[in-house]
Nanobody, 125 residues
Framework: VQLVESGGGLVQPGGSLRLSCKIS????????IGWFRQAPGKEREGASCIVPAHGPTYYEDSVKDRFNCSRDDATSTVHLQMNSLRPEDTAVYYC???????????????????WGQGTQVTVSS
């Protein structure tokens, strides 16, 4: 199983970035896919958004109305569209796959079944 994130980079405050996560080796539609972020010196958090195998997408409050997560099972790719970026969004962003029957928004990255290596997002002027 491989999850490979891409699309990170440096962006100015207020700007946008689109991250992608290409997934191989599993049947994507059977998994919940979460996007996580880890900033230096900060505690591990739950997912910023979760695109479940079924049902509506979950968004953590701080990214609601700014981030959009979507999945394309046909291409085994999950996307994270980030708008109105803030300096506090600076982090390494990871995608992860969870085979549980129901998703849990409090699960942290390493409690998922599979995760990628991450891509750096830096929001700075």
């Amino acid at each position: 199983v491989q999850l490979v994130e891409s699309g990170g980079g440096l962006v100015q405050p207020g700007g946008s970035l689109r991250l992608s996560c290409k997934i191989s080796g599993l049947t994507l539609y059977e998994y919940h896919i979460g996007w996580f972020r880890q900033a230096p010196g900060k505690e591990r958090e739950g997912a910023s958004c979760i695109v479940p195998a079924h049902g509506p997408t979950y968004y953590e409050d701080s990214v609601k109305d700014r981030f959009n997560c979507s999945r394309d099972d046909a291409t085994s790719t999950v996307h994270l569209q980030m708008n109105s970026l803030r300096p506090e969004d600076t982090a390494v962003y990871y995608c992860a796959a969870d085979a549980s029957r129901y998703y849990n928004s409090r699960k942290t990255l390493y409690e998922y079944d599979f995760w990628g290596q991450g891509t750096q997002v830096t929001v700075s002027s």
